[in-house]
Nanobody, 128 residues
Framework: VQLAESGGGSVQAGGSLRLSCAAS????????MGWFSQAPGKEREGIAA???????TYADSVKGRFTISRDTTKNTIYLQMNSLKPEDTAMYYC???????????????????????WGQGTQVTVSS
């Protein structure tokens, strides 16, 4: 499985961006995909995750501002990022694991350790 992120960029606080992650060979089975962020000098952390059955989860820091979605016809997941804050500045990575773990996405869906494949990342910079 190969993942390719796009859509990053520079925006002012309060602005919006939509990240995309194109996945090859994955979207027609059981899977879990997620978005992670990593700021300089910090650990990679989970932002949002979605299962092949549509269940999703979010980090508390982005609830109400970010939305994860998927389009199986395009083999792509998205992260709509609204009301961006300077603290959202980071490299954003897409990740995937298959088949979908038995435990719900809300339990360990944001853990980096369960994912098998990672994209190269896309930079998001939010200025104040």
């Amino acid at each position: 499985v190969q993942l390719a992120e796009s859509g990053g960029g520079s925006v002012q606080a309060g602005g919006s961006l939509r990240l995309s992650c194109a996945a090859s060979g994955l979207m027609y089975g059981s899977y879990r995909m997620g978005w992670f962020s990593q700021a300089p000098g910090k650990e990679r952390e989970g932002i949002a995750a979605i299962d092949s059955d549509g269940a999703s989860t979010y980090a508390d820091s982005v609830k109400g501002r970010f939305t994860i979605s998927r389009d199986t016809t395009k083999n792509t997941i998205y992260l709509q990022m609204n009301s961006l804050k300077p603290e959202d500045t980071a490299m954003y990575y897409c990740a995937a694991t298959w088949p979908k773990p038995q435990y719900g996405v809300g339990i360990y869906g944001l853990s980096v350790h369960q994912y098998k494949s990672w994209g190269q990342g896309t930079q998001v910079t939010v200025s104040s």
